[in-house]
Nanobody, 123 residues
Framework: QVQLVESGGGLVQAGDSLRLSCAAS????????MGWFRQAPGKEREIVAA????????YYADSVKGRFTISRDGAKNTVYLQMNSLKPEDTAVYYC????????????????WGQGTQVTVSS
């Protein structure tokens, strides 16, 4: 069973940048994609970005296009989320997840989840 550990969250001001990391271990040989998701208080969890492992197809939510970049390091089994020009509305707990399905742009396809890391953006 794959295990995921996120890191890199914190408290920043609007306009600042953060880079989130998620390291996967165990059960990684067959994973199709890894993704980043976020959940703000009182809201549903939403997909932020995802990347397929074999080819590197990337998907972004409209709200983060042009500001966030997802990348992967196959040798380290790690996915990153570079977040630039952060806004207060980006405040949420950010989770990484793994899917073994080719349908990697929808939340319901993801099977394993990390513990989450808090990102808080002040105005």
């Amino acid at each position: 069973q794959v295990q995921l550990v996120e890191s890199g969250g914190g408290l920043v001001q609007a306009g600042d940048s953060l880079r989130l990391s998620c390291a996967a271990s165990g059960g990684t040989r067959s994973m199709y994609a890894m993704g980043w998701f976020r959940q703000a208080p009182g809201k549903e969890r939403e997909i932020v970005a995802a990347i397929s492992w074999g080819v590197g197809y990337a998907y972004y939510a409209d709200s983060v296009k042009g500001r966030f970049t997802i990348s992967r390091d196959g040798a380290k089994n790690t996915v990153y989320l570079q977040m630039n020009s952060l806004k207060p509305e980006d405040t949420a707990v950010y989770y990484c997840a793994v899917t073994y399905s080719a349908r990697f742009t929808t939340t319901s396809s993801y099977t394993y989840w990390g513990q989450g890391t808090q990102v808080t953006v002040s105005s």
